[in-house]
């Protein structure tokens, strides 16, 4: 046993010996072997580029300026507007009648059955409305000196503002965004104080088509004058300037495994009574035009291919005529589909069935949940849309 061992011995010393010369002998020739793109890296940090990517000369692309719109960046000519002059005149309301008189001379009209005997109207000039932050016209009224029988001052009066010289002095649509505001009469004297531009509103009617502002109730101050003045606001009816805000509104997912995009878009829809609202929307899915074929109808909808927007369907459904006992002179069934019976199928907003009729032009579903639908007919001078005539 101990001669045995003593002879095992140095036979694996001579083997672990041999293993290591044979380690680091593959050492120096993988360092020796190594790419001069790897030896090149000693001295400028980096490798070279191999021998098969030569870089390309490349020169510089000139760029076209870009021709610059002719014209003045602001219109020429300025907008066509006529500025009535400062002017004052005296007026007497008829009595117990809501109509109003034109001031002689001056855009303005005032009247009413609360008005004083005699008034005071006043237009202002163009400068005296810039001084007080008005881009209209400014104007005052005031009851003239109280009857001595009477003592009537003060009241509330209706007046009638016409516009019409000013209508287009300014753009964004100024004219349907004029109304009425009340100053301080302060304003008059020491326009530069902040409160003296105190502007607060007056209710009139905007009658665009006949440019004028009418207010059906403006009180006037016991001592002083009633100072106004037309003001473009930021919105009227046909839209605003306000800045939009930007809401998500759309919604889209993706699946990982098939790599189908779908983004949805739900659209507004006005309010009405008992808030029976349909639910109207955009929908889009990448997979519905996935793996179609020349076999398939492969027809976009009506909003995109891909897209599909479903308002809503109604229908009338035929039979076979070979249900029909109709046959071909040679004894054939024919494969039309023929006329079955006055029939409509319906398919809306979550909900859908036959159609049974409940009187002219009206009916029901055949499952009655109260749901009611009337069939609207056109005539021989009213064309719908589907160029269809008493339908």
């Known amino acids: 046993m101990n001669g045995r061992s003593r002879t095992r011995v140095p036979a694996l010393r001579r083997r672990i010996a041999l293993a290591s010369a044979t380690v680091m002998i593959g050492t120096l020739l993988q360092a020796a072997a190594q790419p001069a793109s790897v030896a090149a890296d000693r001295d400028s940090g ?12 490349v020169s510089a692309v000139p760029v076209i300026p870009r021709t610059p719109t002719k014209g003045p960046r602001t219109p020429a000519k300025a907008p066509r ?3 009535p002059l400062a002017g004052v005149a005296t007026i007497d309301p008829p009595e117990d009648s809501s109509s109003v008189v034109r001031a002689k001379g001056l855009p303005l009209a005032v009247g009413g059955k609360q008005a004083p005997e005699k008034m005071r109207a006043r237009i202002f000039d163009r400068e005296s409305a810039r001084q007080v932050g008005a881009d209209g016209l400014l104007f005052s009224l005031e009851a003239d000196e109280p009857d001595t029988t009477t003592k009537r001052k003060g009241g509330v009066v209706r007046a009638r503002l016409d516009y ?37 509103p007056i209710e009139a009617v905007n009658d665009t088509e006949s440019a004028t502002l009418t207010a059906s109730s403006v009180p006037l101050k016991a001592s002083g ?35 189908d995009f779908s983004w949805s878009y739900a659209m ?31 027809q976009g909808s009506w909003v995109g291919d891909g897209f599909d927007m479903w308002p809503g369907s109604i229908e009338r459904r035929y039979k076979s005529c070979m249900d029909d006992g109709i046959e071909h002179a ?43 639908i009337q069939r609207m007919r056109g005539s021989s001078s009213d064309v719908r849309a589907n160029d269809a005539r008493n339908d």
């Open 225 to 259: 004058a009633t100072v106004l003045a037309a003001v473009a606001d930021d919105a009227s009816m046909g839209g605003d300037y306000k800045a939009t805000p930007l809401s998500s509104s759309a919604q889209w997912s993706t699946s990982l495994n098939t790599g």
């Open 330 to 372: 040679d004894g054939g069934k024919p494969a039309d589909l023929c006329w079955a019976y006055d029939n409509a199928f319906i398919s809306f907003n979550g909900k859908g069935g036959e159609l049974v009729p409940d009187g002219t032009d009206l009916f029901r579903l055949r499952d009655d949940d109260g749901t009611k």
């Open 164 to 200: 019409s010289s000013i209508a287009e002095a300014f753009g964004g649509g100024y004219a349907d965004r004029l109304r009425l505001v009340e100053l301080p009469t302060c304003a008059l004297t020491t326009p530069a104080k902040a409160a003296c531009r105190k502007a607060t």
């Open 46 to 57: 980096r490798p070279d580029l191999p021998a098969s990517e030569k870089p390309v000369e």
């Open 268 to 298: 507004n829809v006005p309010d009405v009574p008992g808030g029976l609202l349909p639910s109207v929307g955009i929908s889009y899915s990448s997979g519905s035009v996935d793996g179609r074929s020349g076999n398939s109808n492969n």
């Open 81 to 83: 507007a006529a500025w």
